[in-house]
C-alpha cells in the first residue's frame, strides 16, 4: 500500500467563519485539544470587539515536554490570522538571564549610557509591526521564560496587569491587542517521570485521559507556583498543559510533515516538480525512528530530513530526478533504511549529471 501526498489545495480559513478557528488550530497541531479550547475564545473575544479594556486580550503559559507544539501553537495561530507564521514578536528569554539584558527590551533612559544604541526590543511599533490586513491582533510569543532572570517577571507583570510597559524613553507600550503566551520546560521532566513505565505509568494508563491530563497540569502548575511570584501567577488566563504525543498524533503529524515536503517541492522546483510516494513499511520506519520521549515531534522532523529529504535533494542534485516523475519511498529489505526508486525505472539509469 502507498500513501499519496500530493493534495488538493485546502479551503483558507477566514476571519468571517471563526467557528473554523478552533477546527483549523487542532488541524494544524495535533493531539492537542486543551491548547485549542483554551486559546481561541480569546481570538474570538477580541475578534467580536469584546476584550475588556486595560488587559492584554490574553495570556497563556504553555507547559508541557519539549517537541509537543508549544511554539508551534502561536505560529500555527500566526498562519491563521495573518497568513504567516512569522507574524509572531518572539522573544527568546534565554536571551535575557541577566538583568542588564532584560533591560534591553525596554531600552535605557535618555542620557544613561547606550540609550542611543540599544533600540527596546518591545516597542509599540514592532508589535504593530506583527499585525496584518486580516487581523490587528498581535501574537507576543516569550519563548522558554524559564530562562529569563526574575526582573523579566516584574517588568511583566504590568504588562499582564494593566497592559502598559513603560520605556526607558519614556513612551509607553499598549498591549491592549495584543495576546501574550510564554512557553516552558517547568515540570516537563516530572511529567516525563510520572508517564514513564517504572515510574508508574501503568498506573495511570488504565485511567481515562482526563486523569492523566489533570495529573500533568497539577504537575505543571505545582512546578510554576515553585518559580513564579503569585501576583505574575494569578494574572495568567490559562495554564495550558501540552501531553506527550501519542503514536495516532505522531502518524497525523508525519502525514503533515510530508505534505509540507510535497508543496515545498512543487514550490521550488516548478516544471522540475516531482511527486513524492511512501510506501507503508517506509511510513512505519519512519515513525519508530522518530518517536521520542526526550524530544517529540523534533525528533520526527529530523528522521524525515536524515532519512528521506537528503538522500532526495542528493538525487536531484545528480540529476537522477526529472520533473514528473513519481519518486518512490520504501523500506529496505532488511529493515534498516528507506530506498528510493523512480517511476519509470528505467529514469533511475539516467546518467548523472555533470
Ligand atoms: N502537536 C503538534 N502538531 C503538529 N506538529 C508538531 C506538534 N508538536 C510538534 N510538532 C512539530 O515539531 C516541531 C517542534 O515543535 P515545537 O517547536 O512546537 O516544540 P515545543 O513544544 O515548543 O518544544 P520546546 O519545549 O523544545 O521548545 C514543530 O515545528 C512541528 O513541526
Ligand atoms: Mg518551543
Known amino acids: 500500500m502507498r500513501t499519496v501526498i500530493n493534495s488538493r489545495p485546502k479551503r483558507n480559513w477566514t476571519q468571517d467563519a471563526p467557528d473554523d478557528l478552533a477546527a483549523a488550530l487542532a488541524g494544524k497541531v ?15 473575544m477580541f475578534q467580536a470587539g469584546l476584550s475588556p479594556d486595560g488587559r492584554p486580550v490574553g495570556v497563556f503559559l504553555l507547559l508541557g515536554p519539549s517537541g509537543t507544539g508549544k511554539t508551534r501553537t502561536v505560529e500555527a495561530l500566526a498562519s491563521l490570522l495573518h497568513g504567516s507564521e512569522r507574524n509572531v514578536l518572539k522573544i527568546d528569554c534565554g536571551e535575557y ?6 533591560a534591553k527590551l ?24 506583527v499585525t496584518s490586513d486580516r487581523s490587528g491582533l498581535s501574537l507576543v510569543l ?13 517588568l511583566l507583570l504590568g504588562v499582564l496587569d494593566k497592559a502598559t510597559l ?16 510564554m512557553t516552558s520546560n517547568l515540570g516537563a521532566g516530572e511529567m516525563m517521570r510520572a508517564l514513564e513505565p517504572s515510574f508508574g505509568f501503568q498506573s495511570v494508563s488504565g485511567d481515562r485521559p482526563t486523569n492523566v491530563e489533570r495529573m500533568l497540569d497539577r504537575i505543571g502548575v505545582r512546578a510554576v507556583r515553585r518559580k513564579f511570584s503569585p501576583e505574575f501567577v494569578n494574572r495568567i488566563d490559562a495554564v495550558v498543559t501540552y501531553r506527550p504525543l501519542a503514536r495516532s498524533s505522531m502518524e497525523a503529524i508525519l502525514d503533515q510533515q510530508l505534505a509540507a515536503l510535497q508543496g515545498h517541492v512543487n514550490l521550488r522546483l516548478a516544471a522540475r516538480a ?12 519512519l ?16 528522521t524525515i530530513h536524515r532519512q528521506l529529504i537528503q538522500p ?18 520504501d523500506l529496505a529489505d532488511d529493515g534498516t533504511k528507506i530506498v528510493l526508486g523512480i517511476d519509470p525505472p528505467a529514469k533511475s539509469k539516467r546518467p548523472r549529471a555533470a
Open 166 to 181: 513603560r520605556l526607558g524613553d519614556n513612551n509607553s507600550v499598549n498591549f491592549e491587542r495584543s495576546m501574550i503566551f
Open 142 to 154: 516569550l519563548d522558554e521564560i524559564e530562562k529569563a532572570a526574575p526582573s523579566m517577571a516584574r
Open 30 to 44: 495535533v493531539g492537542q485539544l486543551p491548547a485549542v479550547t483554551a486559546i481561541v475564545p480569546y481570538v474570538q
Open 312 to 329: 532526495v535533494a542528493a538525487m536531484v542534485a545528480n540529476g537522477q530526478i526529472e520533473g514528473g516523475d513519481t519518486v518512490y519511498a
Open 97 to 102: 538571564q541577566m538583568d542588564h539584558e532584560v
Open 274 to 285: 516531482f511527486d513524492l510516494e511512501i510506501a507503508s513499511g517506509a511510513r512505519e520506519f
Open 287 to 302: 515513525l519508530d525512528q522518530g518517536t521520542s520521549a526526550q524530544f517529540g515531534a523534533r525528533e520526527l522532523k529530523r
Open 106 to 129: 525596554i531600552g535605557a533612559p535618555p542620557g544613561y549610557l547606550g540609550h542611543r544604541e540599544t533600540q527596546p526590543m518591545l516597542t509599540q511599533a514592532k508589535l504593530n509591526a
